[in-house]
């Protein structure tokens, strides 16, 4: 997948359908997504496919485990 075609799909992704990730995703879009490399862009593509309530658990009440360094570097940032 080019780097344009990975960019449009997250970008897509981004649009969850509950507010609160939208919100979420929103921010972390505007302030940080212009400075990803391509790996943590395929990362967070991979951290896309989970479903809105782990998104929450994990980026709202940081329940994780093992987080990666991307996973690590969105909690910060909310």
Known sequence: ???QA??????????????ETDILFEKFQANHF???TENE???LN?????TDQDMLALYIEKQ???PTEL???IMNYL
């Open 1 to 3: 997948m080019t780097n």
């Open 6 to 19: 990975l960019i449009k799909q997250i970008q897509y992704k981004f649009r969850r359908g509950l507010r």
């Open 34 to 36: 212009n400075s990803l």
């Open 41 to 43: 862009l395929e990362e």
């Open 46 to 50: 991979q951290i896309l496919e989970k």
């Open 64 to 66: 994780c485990k093992n």
């Open 71 to 73: 996973e690590k570097k």
